[in-house]
């Protein structure tokens, strides 16, 4: 159980298009969705915090206007990198959290989109 | 500020034992986990500890010492499966994961 799914897990893309990037939690209601950036060698950045129905909470130095998450539902989460630049390429990552589910708290992970935007 | 802080990368032979270590300094504690992350995957969760003391599950066991700020994650037995990033992540008062950078541990035949 509590697995999370993400498409596409790879897509390469001109600059200045958008891509669309979506994390479905195929067997358990996802309160909380979260979105990270990782970049070679580093460890996961969070970018920002979405909750079911509520506008998302960004980390600062992430800009809402180019990175648009909607939470539509318990179970889908999208992130939007629009006018993609080759900065932008990066491993994007989805995590759900689900109440009553694992560890407190615990967080599932989709398996990664590679964005390489040239 | 909050810190967490690992070595970046430990060199370890197969069939040995390796102890990565992780020390913290975060606003608040909510527990720690821990996370094995292969090269290009997503982050896979190994083990939780919000209370003293160790919890083993199989090859691996996660130590925690709240007054110290510190915990272990022990592999035994390693295989060259194990190569991998490992993650080690603390839950604040905010309930926020703060993320180490991780370490990387490399096995060798």
């Known amino acids: 159980g509590a697995v999370v799914s993400q498409h596409p897990s790879r897509v390469i893309c001109k600059s200045g298009t958008s891509v669309k990037i979506e994390c479905r939690s195929l067997?358990?209601?996802?309160?909380?969705m979260f979105w990270y950036r990782q970049f070679p060698k580093q460890s996961l950045m969070l970018m920002a915090t979405s909750n079911e129905g509520s506008k998302a909470t960004y980390e600062q130095g992430v800009e809402k206007d180019k990175f648009l998450i909607n939470h539509a539902s318990l179970t889908l989460s999208t992130l939007t990198v629009t006018s993609a630049h080759p900065e932008d390429s990066s491993f994007y990552i989805c995590?759900?959290?689900?109440?009553?589910?694992?560890?407190?708290?615990?967080?599932?992970f989709g398996p990664g989109t590679r964005l390489t935007v040239t | 500020g909050q810190n967490i802080d690992q070595p970046t990368e430990m060199t370890a032979t197969e069939g040995a034992i390796v102890q990565i270590n992780c020390t913290y300094q975060t606003s608040g504690f909510n527990g720690l986990f821990w996370y094995q992350q292969h090269a290009g995957e997503a982050p896979t969760f190994l083990s939780y500890n919000v209370l003293d003391g160790l919890e083993e599950k199989g090859r691996f066991s996660s130590f925690l010492s709240r007054s110290k700020g510190y915990s272990y994650l022990l592999l035994k037995e390693l295989q060259m499966k194990d190569s991998a990033s490992y993650l080690c992540a603390v839950m604040d008062s905010n309930y926020q994961l703060i993320w180490g950078a991780g370490t990387k541990l490399i096995i060798k035949p």
């Open positions: 067997d358990f209601q996802a309160t909380t």
């Open positions: 995590s759900a959290r689900g109440s009553g589910r694992g560890a407190p708290y615990e967080q599932y």
